[in-house]
């Protein structure tokens, strides 16, 4: 057994904010960002939070799996920016959609947290405890991001994406996940820390903080050696893959891993000129993108990747 996606749904925030807008803002431009990261405009929630967007998702990849919330054995919800310390965003969704009969948690693995959401329920599904799983990536970095800071400020968006799961002798054939601890400060983002009634301190909140050419150093060297681990791990040729479906953080870092992997540049879709980075939730977006589009095929086999804040990084090898 092991655990076989059979639906998928996305949402993102009606607003677009565009390279310009943003060049009102701060000292930057439409040519710098574009060509330094392909993205073109992004979403950004007004009126709405993580987990009404997780919900919003989740709903759609119910449908699309033909699937009752009540049927849901457990709940995997992947964030960084989640609306309260607790609870947790899993158990809002789980009321919103009704799903009183699923356990739910959530995962903290920044723009990894997807993968490793899969990798989890991949293994409750496997090892026989749960039946059905729904899994959601889900980020709304803009409420983190410091809106004077133009070496982050244009790089992110809101949105989620989700996948639901059942145990069947098909679907996630292998998944590896990673972490480097010692490599945080690279990416970060505090929260409310330093503050309690003996240093009589206010907690105080911080934005997100990047080391980007670190971290694109990073990306482009672990993500090639990720998704040949999952290959060679599962005995896989890379060219049965029909996709790599990559964390969309920066068009270049794409190319790159398509290069580095020898693959050509159309079995890895992108969709960041639309949405930027939104952490968490680019892998299953785009995800739904594909299925939607009816490009995935029952037995197409197609490589997720990602990586982020921790530093983490993941990758599963999936039959569709
Ligand atoms: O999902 C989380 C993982 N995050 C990532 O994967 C991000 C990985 N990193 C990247 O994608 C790239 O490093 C960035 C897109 C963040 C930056 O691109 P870069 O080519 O590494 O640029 P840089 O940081 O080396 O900056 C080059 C120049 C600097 O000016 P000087 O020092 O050369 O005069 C920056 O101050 O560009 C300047 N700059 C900007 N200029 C206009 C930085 N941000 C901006 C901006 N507009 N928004």
Redesign the pocket.
């Given at each position: 057994m092991t655990g076989r996606i059979i639906g998928t749904g996305s949402y993102v925030p009606e607003q677009v904010v565009t390279n310009e807008d943003l060049a009102k803002i701060v000292?930057?431009?439409d040519e710098?960002?574009v060509t330094?990261?392909g993205i073109h405009e992004r979403r950004i929630a007004v009126h709405e939070g993580t987990s009404e967007m997780a919900a919003k998702a989740a709903r759609r990849a119910l449908e699309d799996a033909g699937m009752e919330a009540g049927e849901l054995d457990i709940i995997l919800l992947a964030t960084s920016s989640p609306d309260n310390c607790f609870p947790n965003g899993a158990c809002e969704v789980q009321a919103a959609i009704g799903a009183k009969n699923a356990v739910a948690f959530d995962i903290s693995a920044a723009?990894s947290g997807f993968e490793f959401a899969l990798s989890t329920v991949q293994a409750f599904l496997q090892a026989g405890i749960y039946k059905t799983a729904l899994i959601i990536g889900v980020d709304c970095l803009s409420k983190l991001t410091d809106w004077n800071d133009?070496?982050t400020c244009?790089?992110f968006g809101d949105g989620a994406g989700a996948a639901v799961l059942r145990a069947e002798e098909t679907g996630v054939i292998h998944s590896v996940m990673g972490s480097d601890g010692t490599k945080g400060p690279v990416?970060s983002c505090s929260a409310r820390t330093g503050g309690n009634f003996l240093n009589g301190k206010r907690p105080e909140l911080g934005f997100i903080y990047?080391d980007?050419?670190e971290?694109?150093k990073f990306?482009v060297k672990k993500v090639p050696e990720c998704i040949q681990q999952v290959l060679k791990e599962s005995g896989t040729d890379i060219d049965e893959v029909k996709y790599f479906v990559l964390?969309q953080?920066?068009y270049r870092?794409c190319e790159s891993v398509a290069k580095r992997l020898k693959q050509p540049l159309d079995k890895v879709p992108m969709n960041i000129g639309s949405y930027g980075?939104t952490?968490g939730a680019t892998v299953p977006i785009l995800l739904d993108e594909l299925n939607r589009q009816g490009k995935l095929e029952r037995g197409d086999k197609i490589v997720m990747a990602g990586f982020?804040g921790g530093l983490t990084w993941g990758a599963a090898l999936v039959e569709w």
């Open positions: 000292d930057t431009t710098w960002i330094r990261t723009c133009r070496s244009v790089l990416l990047m980007g050419q971290v694109f990306a964390h953080a920066n870092i980075n952490s982020g």
